[in-house]
């Protein structure tokens, strides 16, 4: 395997980083898609290009749409990824943005096209975005894995080592590419509770955004996220209280996860939300 740390021969040295996410088994809650979606908004990305569904999809699995345009003409919408880009407005670093469908077939040249787009821009880290069903209570903090086969970066950004084992997802399988590919990568996961698993999840969309600003140290303006976030788990809890045997579940989840866990209010989590709250602010005096 190609050392990750190591650039490939005649690449050109650069700071551009790509972020993808895909709909399907790594998006539950559609979390990770949306935090895509959000990027594209705020930064103002632009579209530069859009994979041949042809290739890579099962057409009776994902199937295309039917709809009638403004000029009532009726169009088809086939499933496909597209890729887009943008220009942070504080580092001016590129950031390519990837929001597709899993791919259906031929994922390894699925993800070497993503990677051709990658060179094209200079991108020298993937970080891949995926949300998970799992048992967590909606009323703490969504749980948060990020991850990384680059020795180089678990340091730096303070990100664990990749050891899981198991099916994976496309997600894995881009990760693995990049890294034999001489990218630096890095997986973001968001664990979403499964007894509301159903899109969207606003919390665990802007968790996800969290943890993006970290990694890139650039200011994500947040637009209306954080009181949708605030309305969803506010519409769970009343749902939670007509059914007791729910509400039981949830208590039982809160008391595994406090014991289990360190306080979300430790030291590093402290002075990383000090860190935000400065970029932010100097993000809007700049504006």
């Known amino acids: 395997m190609t050392d990750p740390q ?27 898609t949306a935090a895509i979606e959000h990027l594209q908004d705020v930064w103002g990305a632009v579209e530069v290009a859009r ?28 499933p496909t990824t597209t890729v887009w880009t943008a220009t942070l407005p504080t580092s001016g670093r590129t950031v390519v943005l990837v929001r597709g469908i899993e791919p259906s077939m031929r994922w390894r ?17 993937v970080v891949t975005l995926g949300a998970l069903l799992a048992d967590v209570p909606h009323t703490r903090p969504i749980p948060l894995t990020a991850t990384s086969e680059s020795v180089g970066l678990q340091a730096v950004l303070d990100v664990e080592p990749t050891t899981y084992e198991g ?10 590419a990049a890294a ?49 976030a605030v309305a969803w788990q506010t519409g769970v809890d009343e749902l939670a209280s007509e059914d007791p ?17 360190l306080p979300e209010a430790s030291g590093e989590a402290i002075a ?5 709250y400065l970029r932010r602010r100097d993000d809007g005096r700049q504006g």
């Open 6 to 32: 190591a650039a490939p021969s005649g690449r050109r040295p650069g700071r551009a980083v790509l972020l993808a996410a895909f709909e399907g088994w790594n998006d539950a809650g559609g979390a990770a």
């Open 51 to 78: 994979l041949d569904p042809e290739e890579y999809h099962d057409f009776q699995v994902n199937r295309p749409q039917v709809a009638v345009g403004d000029d009532g003409k009726r169009t088809i919408e086939w």
């Open 109 to 125: 040249s699925y993800c070497r096209e993503l990677l051709r787009h990658a060179d094209e821009h200079d991108v020298e880290t």
């Open 167 to 176: 099916p994976t997802g496309i997600v894995g399988v881009l990760q693995h």
């Open 180 to 228: 034999e590919h001489g990218c630096a990568s890095v997986s973001l996961w968001a664990a979403v509770p499964h007894y509301v698993g159903q899109p969207p999840s606003p919390k665990a969309t802007l968790a996800i955004l969290s943890r993006v600003e970290d990694l890139l140290s650039e200011p994500v303006p947040l637009g209306e996220l954080p009181e949708d």
């Open 245 to 261: 045997e729910i509400a039981e579940y949830v208590r039982q989840l809160e008391e595994a996860k406090d014991t289990a866990e």
């Open 272 to 276: 990383r939300e000090f860190e935000r």
